[in-house]
């Protein structure tokens, strides 16, 4: 950490959402229709959400590769309200992708929270691997 740096925030006992993730979802989903038009007959309709979430992200992959090449990471050219935009479609295809499977963004979020505030308890943040 370097001089004049702030710690990252502690996760311990911070497994509280704020509101609203829950609402997110059905109105996200109202527009890719998972509910009323029955896409779950659609071939492929899971692929295709699995493989819009991947693109979306590497929209920004693609962006800050970019920012990489042609404004040398200078953190003061980053298009903030770009990468929000694209923040938003991978956010669109995280609800969309939980619904399809009837997954709640409560759980997936707080799960995360647990298991992460596990790893900052028992010393592990910072190492490599899914089961630590």
């Known amino acids: 950490m370097g001089a004049g740096s702030s710690p990252a925030p502690a996760l311990q006992g911070s ?9 997110y979802r059905k109105k996200a989903c109202r527009t890719a229709c998972l509910r009323t038009a029955a896409p779950r007959d659609k071939p492929n309709e899971l692929l295709h959400l699995v493989l819009g ?10 962006k800050f590769k970019k920012w990489v090449r042609d404004r040398n990471s200078d953190e003061t050219l980053i298009d903030r309200a770009d990468i929000a935009k694209e923040l938003g479609d991978v956010l669109w295809y995280v609800a969309a992708l939980a619904d399809y499977l009837d997954l709640s963004l409560d759980d997936i979020a707080a799960a995360n929270l647990a298991k992460l505030a596990s ?4 010393g592990l943040l910072g190492g490599s691997g899914d089961n630590r």
């Open 119 to 122: 790893r900052e308890a028992r």
């Open 53 to 62: 979430l991947v693109g979306e992200s590497g929209e920004i992959a693609e």
């Open 15 to 23: 497994t509280r959402l704020p509101p609203g993730s829950q609402t």
